[in-house]
Every structure is written in structure tokens, then in C-alpha cells.
């Protein structure tokens, strides 16, 4: 089951947990209600047969998928990439990871600005809606393979903190004081 937690102020070595003293966890249902992401489990085994992904991927219209590796060995500017990734920044679309093998950690805000790290293991699908502030790093595995998905052509594009006037900000930010009480 993915696990999530508030972090510490400790902006030394990105990929360690950041605990707070004492811990504080977070639900997947908390994690929805104050942020707006979605969680999945899949089966990484029997996922091209059971039908469970493809149940989801026709819900949501992904009609693009692709298949990353983020490690030393794999991906050219390994240094620069994970430097970009740790950078706050949100989408105008979801960022949807299917995580295959391997571990890694998504930070997002919370509505009082406060960062929740979610560790995602395989099995975990995640749906990190667009205009929410986040990033990315690598744990002290520093291996992560993962399923993208996409609406349409895909677009990867960061928008870096401050995109405060961009309309998918404004848009997640109305959505997040209405509150996300239906679950998609
Ligand atoms: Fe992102």
C-alpha cells in the first residue's frame, strides 16, 4: 500500500524519507480530500490481463502510454533530469505514473502549502491533478520504471513555481476550497 507523510524542513538529501518528529502519515483518502490526487493498486503480475488498468485507462480517456526508467544508467543528464524533476512546478494536465518496478517519491502541496511525500512503490498508480505544485525525486534506490499515461498527445511540459495566474492553477486552487469530496 503507497505511504504518505508530511515533511520536515530538512532540505538536505532529497531522497531520504523526511520524516517529521514524531511522523505524521497521511491516508490515501486524507491524501484525496486535501490535495486532489488519486491512488491505485494494480497488480504488476497479472495488470496486462485483468483488466483493471484498462478499466481505468478507458474512464479517463488515456489514450497515450509510454515506459520510463530514471536511473544513473538510463537516462541521458541523469544529474540535470533529477535536478528538474525536484524542482516545484505543476502541469495544465495530470501527471499519471504506473509505477513497474523500483521506488520513488512525489511531493506535493497541500492547501496550506505544506509538503506531503508520497512513496510509490510497484503496483502504485498515481493521478497528480493538473495546477497542483509538486516534484519528484528519486529514493536511496535510485531506480524507478514506470507506466506514463496521457490524455491525448502528450505534453511534459514544467511550468515552475510561480504559475499562480496560470487558469489550471486557479482552476486546481477553486477546486481545492471547494474540497475534493467526490472521488473520481
Ligand atoms: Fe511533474
Request: glycine share 6%.
Amino acid at each position: 500500500m503507497v505511504k504518505a507523510w508530511y515533511m520536515d524542513n530538512d532540505t538536505t538529501n532529497q531522497c531520504l524519507e523526511h520524516h517529521r518528529n514524531p511522523p505524521e502519515f497521511i491516508t490515501v483518502e486524507d491524501l484525496y480530500k486535501k490535495t486532489g490526487v488519486e491512488y491505485f493498486k494494480i497488480n504488476v503480475e497479472t495488470y496486462k490481463t485483468d483488466g483493471i488498468l484498462d478499466k481505468i485507462k478507458e474512464e479517463r480517456g488515456y489514450t497515450y502510454e509510454d515506459e520510463i526508467v530514471c536511473s544513473k544508467e538510463c537516462l541521458p543528464n541523469f544529474e540535470e533530469k533529477l535536478k528538474s524533476f525536484f524542482t516545484e512546478h505543476l502541469h495544465t494536465d495530470e501527471e499519471i505514473r504506473f509505477v513497474l518496478e523500483g521506488s520513488g517519491y512525489f511531493d506535493v502541496r497541500d492547501g496550506d502549502d505544506q509538503w506531503i511525500r508520497i512513496a510509490v512503490y510497484a503496483g502504485d498508480m498515481i493521478v497528480i491533478p493538473k495546477g497542483i505544485y509538486h516534484r519528484f525525486t528519486l529514493d536511496t534506490n535510485h531506480f524507478i520504471r514506470a507506466k506514463r499515461f496521457f490524455v491525448g498527445e502528450p505534453v511534459w511540459l514544467p511550468y515552475n513555481r510561480p504559475a499562480d495566474d496560470m487558469p489550471c492553477r486557479k482552476e486546481y486552487v477553486d477546486k481545492l476550497q471547494k474540497g475534493f469530496v467526490t472521488a473520481a
